[in-house]
């Protein structure tokens, strides 16, 4: 088997489609779309990727979530993230 079909990720992910929000410490918010997620992270979709920070909290209001996360990778407009 190659390596691109070997899943890597600790926990399976989970589609959704729900919007959410990245609010930074410096009071800053960018609006996102929730792709699927884990209970270790998830794939977002935003306007642009280039300038977010190093950390961020991820809320979904609809679902009463909050997490602190970080990106670890970025293509196109669309981040993966890890929750801290």
Known sequence: MSKEGIER???ARHRVF???????????VVDCT???ISPGGARLD???PAGLPAQFTLHIDSD?????C???WRHDN???????
């Open 9 to 11: 990720r600790a926990h």
């Open 18 to 28: 729900k919007g959410g929000r990245l609010a930074f410490d410096n009071g800053g």
């Open 34 to 36: 929730v792709r699927n």
């Open 46 to 48: 935003v306007t642009n």
């Open 64 to 68: 009463h979530f909050i997490r602190h």
């Open 70 to 72: 970080h990106p670890v």
């Open 78 to 84: 669309q981040i993966g993230v890890a929750f801290d």
